[in-house]
């Protein structure tokens, strides 16, 4: 299976990450964390929601035009988010004493992203492009 495919997923499940962010912050707090948060938390969330919005459209438009180079790049800051990302996620599941399914959901995810992404920044033909 082409590579490509992997990150059109990322882009679709970014979707409606960044939606909730925005208008459900609430709600993605609770899934990530299971327990509620104050109001500053929640316009922290948009505001994650505003930075994630701008990543998956960077993304996208480079999966669109098919532009290497620009994939390279991506992929590189990606990878570097995906790691940052797991270390992240176990802060604070140690923060919430344990760990859930959306958080375990977010480094399996990262896992497979950072896998997918050196594979194509090694063999940029594995897009299938």
């Given at each position: 299976?082409?590579?490509?495919?992997?990150?059109?997923?990322?882009?679709?499940?970014?979707?409606?990450?960044?939606?909730?962010?925005?208008?459900?912050?609430?709600?993605?707090?609770?899934?990530?964390?299971?327990?509620?948060?104050?109001?500053?938390?929640?316009?922290?969330?948009r505001w994650y929601g505003v930075v994630l919005f701008?990543?998956?459209?960077?993304l996208g438009k480079a999966l669109y035009e098919k532009?290497?180079?620009?994939?390279?790049?991506?992929?590189?800051?990606?990878?570097?988010?995906?790691?940052?990302?797991?270390?992240?996620?176990?802060?604070?599941?140690?923060?919430?004493?344990?760990?859930?399914?959306?958080?375990?959901?977010?480094?399996?995810?990262?896992?497979?992203?950072?896998?997918?992404?050196?594979?194509?920044?090694?063999?940029?033909?594995?897009?299938?492009?």
């Open positions: 299976m082409p590579l490509k495919y992997v990150f059109y997923a990322e882009v679709i499940i970014n979707i409606p990450s960044f939606v909730m962010c925005w208008f459900f912050p609430k709600a993605f707090v609770d899934q990530i964390a299971g327990m509620s948060a104050d109001m500053l938390t929640y316009d922290l969330v701008v990543l998956t459209f960077i532009d290497i180079s620009a994939l390279k790049t991506v992929f590189m800051g990606y990878g570097i988010g995906d790691l940052m990302q797991i270390v992240v996620t176990a802060i604070l599941a140690n923060h919430i004493g344990g760990w859930n399914f959306g958080l375990i959901f977010t480094v399996a995810i990262s896992l497979i992203l950072v896998s997918c992404r050196i594979l194509a920044i090694q063999k940029p033909e594995r897009l299938g492009f």
